[in-house]
């Protein structure tokens, strides 16, 4: 099962290498990982995706996630109503004759043309991952020859609970605070 976590974090140097150290040392894989600011100053938001079959490995990812210095807070958002979304850029080698084909699919897939050229087209779309994957198998007999792609970015539906923490804007030598005690996993 895809384990969809999404973790606030000090914005500081170090952090990323550290949870993917964490990932790492355990044998954990992470399937996806984006990484951005938030709306609060100081610190970035990350939405981590691993695939891991075993329920209580998918809570020692939860609990080791929360040891880590800089690590502010952690939602499992798996089972949870998210908004999840895929971001994806595809260039397709295309003949002039083919346009209006690789057209008409990419408007049924809410997807736009952001580039054309003389030989090339770069195709943009921003759906599910169920979505963006479709678009690749359809697109593909059109000779894909580039795709970029990000992970998978969710945002829970409904109220936002907020995480204050007085060390959120600490100074850089101040990595002693730990989060809040949390003894059970839930999801």
Request: proline letters at 4%.
């Amino acid at each position: 099962m895809k384990q969809t976590l999404i973790t606030l974090v000090e914005d500081k140097p170090g952090v990323l290498n550290r949870i993917s150290s964490l990932f790492r040392r355990r044998n954990f894989n992470i399937e996806s990982l984006v990484v951005g600011h938030s709306e609060t100053s100081g610190v970035s938001r990350m939405t981590i995706v691993a695939n891991e079959p075993e329920a209580s490995k998918r809570g020692n990812i939860y609990f080791n996630l929360l040891k880590l210095v800089n690590v502010i807070a952690v939602k499992d958002v798996s089972k949870l109503p998210c908004i999840s979304r895929e971001f994806i850029l595809i260039k397709i080698n295309i003949s002039p004759d083919k346009l209006n084909e690789v057209n008409n699919i990419v408007k049924q897939y809410g997807a736009r043309i952001v580039d054309m050229g003389t030989e090339t087209l770069i195709v943009e779309a921003t759906d599910e991952e169920s979505v963006i994957n479709n678009l690749i198998s359809v697109l593909q007999p059109y000779e894909i020859t580039e795709i970029v792609r990000t992970g998978k970015i969710a945002m829970r539906k409904g109220k936002t609970h907020n995480v204050s923490s007085n060390n959120i804007n600490s100074k850089p030598d101040d990595l002693s605070w730990t989060p809040d005690h949390i003894t059970a996993y839930q999801i």
